[in-house]
Every structure is written in C-alpha cells, then in structure tokens.
C-alpha cells in the first residue's frame, strides 16, 4: 500500500488481506460443515460485499437497519437478532430475514404470530430462535460480556421449566470476544450440558460470534476438529457461526496526519486529525492499545516520545506514550494498523470533528475512495 496516495484521515481496506481471511473462513466452512456469516455490528463495509459473498453464507443483523442492509448489498436474506423489536418495524423485519432469534420468552410469544401468519402467506420462510444465556464467560472486560449470570442479553435457561416452546426452531448463544479456538470449544460443551436434550429437535444452533480464526496463532485446525466433531454428533443440525471482527482482522489501517505538536511539562502530545473516541472508540472502551507504524511503547531513554492526542476536546481522547524512531514534526503522516473491524461502525461526529473518508486498496495496487464525510453529514444527524 502506498501510503502517498491516501487522503488524511481514511480508513483503507486492503482488498488483498480481506480476501485472505475470507479464504480461511471459507476453510474452516467446508472442512467443517458449519455455516459462517459476517456480522454487521463488527463488520459492515458494504462496498466490499461483492467480495465477501463469494466466501461467506450471509450475515448476521441486530437492527431492522442491517437486516435492510443484508438484504440490498449481501443480497441474502440476515440472520436476525436483536436485543429488543421495535413493534412498528417488525413486519419489515421479517420482509428481510430467513431468520430471527428473540431475546426473551416473552418476545417469543408476542411476535411468533406474526411469523405464523407471515410463514402461511407463501412467502420465503422465517425460521424462529430464541436466545439463551449459556452463563459461560471467558471475555474478561466486562462491557463486552454478554454471558455474566443476570445479564440482559438472552434468556435465562430457568425460565423455560424445561419445555421448548412451541415453534422454536433453534437456539442461539452469543459469549465470547475475539476468543480462541479452546473457549469454542468450552462454548459447545456448554450448549450439549444445558440444552442436550433439545438438540435433537431443534434445526440449528447459532453459536453467536467472537471466533476470531484470522488472528495469527490461532488453532484453526483444532477448530476444525471442535465443529466438526460436533456437526458429527448433531448431523441434522445447522450449525452457525458469526464472527464480526474476523472478517475485517488486520486487514487495514487509519491514516492520519500531525496537525500540532503541544509539550505541556514535558510531555509532548501529537495532535491528529483524527479522534480515538470519535473514530476508534473501542481503544477507550475495550480498551486496547492500537499498533502505530514505525513506533513501539517507550522504554527509559528514548528520544522521541510521544503520547497522541485525538482532535475532539474530549479531556480523554488520547494515547499514553509512544516511541517513534525518529522525531515526529507538524505534518507527518500517522498510520494507525488494524482499523477496519469495529470502528466505522461505531465512529461519531461528537464535536463536528471530520470524519475520515473511506477507501480500498484494491488488488490491482490501484486506491479508489468508496465514500467522503461533509457538513450535510454531521447537519443530518440532528435537527
């Protein structure tokens, strides 16, 4: 990628790297037997899903909005999940899905006639799910943890007094984040300890997202191994897997430039043209620490130190120290790596800040920018 040819800021995907996750997605789908989707809430840039159909089955969507999304520019019909439906959306709801899990008994049973009176209309068929909490943590910060005892997401296995209902088709468990191949695994025990007696009823079993396979040293084979050995004892099941993050894992970066340099009691701050709250948010809320090119984490005696202060007046939007192989001046090109999963989809325009534009690298080492932010962006937004 030549840097010298993207605009500051811009997200770029690189074509090629995106192409090579997909591929191992695409491994694991056929030497498996499992169904993959690429879920919109970490992965949602719909100028790449001309590629990404070609490898994945579909996607995942939590919102009427990315359902419609699915269906335009996937061209599939989603998996539907979402937290909570609005009762003035759900019939378009089920105009773009194949099928939707509910959050709760009681969503269940409010909406499952509609989906009887839609599915007896002759129209695709919806197949409904309900969302269990499997109470199986093994994501450490607690705000991306669905699977906690008492958590809002899913229902609690209890209130089922032990009967299915009536209509429910499958099962879907969401509990881990950019987790390994072992907490996979640790998942689908956990599914056959609660629910065994159910699986040999149901039609699929959704094992919600987190799998993140494109992550170097990841053990793809003894995920491999996991799926099918489950696939094996469950063949009359579909079994579902939608990771987000994996999709778009290192497969681009942030551009930014230096706009000032502030040293305030010796700590020298570069000012970008970017925010960490406005663009990244999850290096605050995860948080995480972003690989910067050409820069590591200091060590006592280096010359060139600096932390990086975001353009929002958000007293929080920077990164503590980073050193630079060389001395950073006003102007300089900043590249912020891994920047394409969870963050457009989760960017702002707090303060009015610029939002970065968007472009890909394509395979042909040729850039084109897919989309630009102006003042109509921000101003439509509000009112």
Known sequence: ??????????????????????????????????????AFKGYAMWSSFPLVRQYLDGATASSLYEARLCFEEMKS??????????????????????????????????????????????????????????????????????????????????????????GVEGIHVHALCESSAEDTEGLINRVEELIGAWLPQLKWVNLGGGHLMTRPNYDVEHLIKVLKRFKTQYPHLDVVLEPGSAVGWDTGVLVST?????????????????????????????????????????SVGDP?????????????????????????????????????HYTMVKTTMFNGVPHPSIGIWRENEMFEI??????????????
Not at 370 to 375: H, I, K, N, P, W
């Open 258 to 298: 230096v706009l000032d340099i502030v040293n305030n009691h010796g700590v020298k701050t570069l000012m970008m043209d970017v925010s960490f709250t406005a663009h990244m948010p999850d290096t605050l809320e995860m948080p995480y620490r972003p690989r910067i090119v050409g820069a590591k984490d200091p």
């Open 1 to 38: 990628m030549d840097i010298s040819q993207i605009p500051s800021p811009c997200y770029v995907l690189d074509e090629q790297l995106l192409r090579r996750n997909l591929a191992l997605m695409q491994r694991v789908k056929s030497e498996s037997g499992v169904h993959i989707i690429c």
């Open 370 to 383: 897919v989309r630009q932010f102006g003042y109509e962006d921000y101003k439509r937004r509000l009112s």
């Open 77 to 166: 019909l989603a998996h539907t999940y979402a937290a909570v439906y609005f009762p003035d959306e759900f019939e378009a709801v089920m105009s773009y899905s194949s099928h939707i899990s509910f959050n709760s008994l009681s969503q269940f049973h409010r909406y499952y006639p509609s989906v009887l009176a839609w599915n007896g209309q002759g129209k695709h068929k919806i197949s409904c799910g309900i969302r269990i909490n499997p109470e199986f943590s093994v994501v450490e910060t607690d705000l991306y943890n669905p699977g906690k005892a008492g958590s809002r997401l899913g229902e609690d296995l209890n209130n089922f007094k032990g009967v299915l209902p009536e």
């Open 304 to 340: 060139f130190v600096y932390r990086i202060g975001g353009t929002s007046c958000l007293s929080g939007d920077f990164m503590a120290e980073y050193s630079f192989e060389k001395e950073v001046n006003i102007g300089d090109t900043i590249v912020f790596e891994d920047m394409i």
